[in-house]
């Protein structure tokens, strides 16, 4: 069964500390991707990476960071939390064929105080 | 910078009536477009994906594409309740480095 996982359904982080949000898949996906869901505003692209140690910047990539050491892992850095960042972080993974589906994680939602 | 426009809604259809969920994007270069279902407090969910223009029918579901006018659709057909969500497109180029770019989603309500 597809399976992606977060590491954490619900974090509460404090301003200015830094966050580690991690993402495992075990399909052997090329592609995997960060989003956040925010009211309103549908899912955003962070980042995608489309092999390891690969990264392209999304739509709104400022105060974010990512990494791909192996294949099935993909992590999103915040690198000073802040307030604007509380949000519902979602990541997903793909094949590279055209129509293939992408398959998200439960999503983790993150509070910063 | 790519975009996916989508009514926010909330389109609202009786039961039973067809629900037609429209979506438009910028991106000629656009390949494959996906329509995902994501239910209140859940992650999205695939329903559907499109990538010829013209229709593509699954059960209750039909989507329709015309990449001439950038534009994909959802129909779906003898709409239930169950059926109440939150409904997503995306889209994506055919090359590695084209992302996976979702619409804000129309938020559908079908009434008893």
């Known amino acids: 069964d597809v399976k992606v996982t977060q590491s954490s359904r619900y974090l509460v982080k404090r301003t200015g500390e830094k966050v580690f949000l991690e993402c495992v898949q075990d399909?052997?996906?090329?592609?995997m991707f960060w989003y956040r869901q925010d009211p309103g505003l549908g899912l955003r692209l962070i980042y995608f990476?489309?092999?390891?140690?690969?990264?392209e910047k999304g739509d709104i990539p400022e105060g974010y960071s990512v990494s791909r050491e192996k294949k099935e892992r993909f992590s999103l850095i915040l690198e000073s939390a802040s307030t604007n960042q509380t949000s519902m972080y979602l990541c997903?993974?793909?094949?590279?064929?055209?129509?293939?589906?992408?398959?998200f994680g439960q999503g983790t939602r993150l509070t910063v105080v | 910078q790519k975009e996916v426009e989508q009514n926010s809604g909330p389109l609202s259809v009786p039961e039973g009536a067809i629900a037609s969920l429209n979506c438009t994007y910028s991106?000629?270069?656009?390949?494959?477009f996906f329509w995902y279902r994501q239910y209140s407090g859940k992650s999205p969910e695939l329903i559907m994906f499109?990538?010829?223009?013209g229709d593509k029918e699954d059960g209750r579901f039909t989507a329709q594409l015309n990449k001439a006018s950038q534009y994909v659709s959802l129909l779906i057909r003898d709409s239930q309740p169950s059926d109440s969500a939150t409904y997503l497109c995306?889209?994506?180029?055919?090359?590695?480095?084209?992302?996976?770019?979702f619409g804000g989603g129309t938020r559908l309500m079908v009434k008893p």
């Open positions: 990476s489309y092999d390891v140690k690969m990264k």
């Open positions: 995306a889209v994506r180029g055919d090359n590695a480095g084209n992302m996976l770019t």
């Open positions: 997903a993974s793909s094949l590279q064929r055209t129509g293939d589906e992408a398959f």
């Open positions: 499109i990538y010829s223009n």
């Open positions: 991106d000629r270069g656009s390949q494959s």
């Open positions: 399909m052997d996906h090329e592609n």
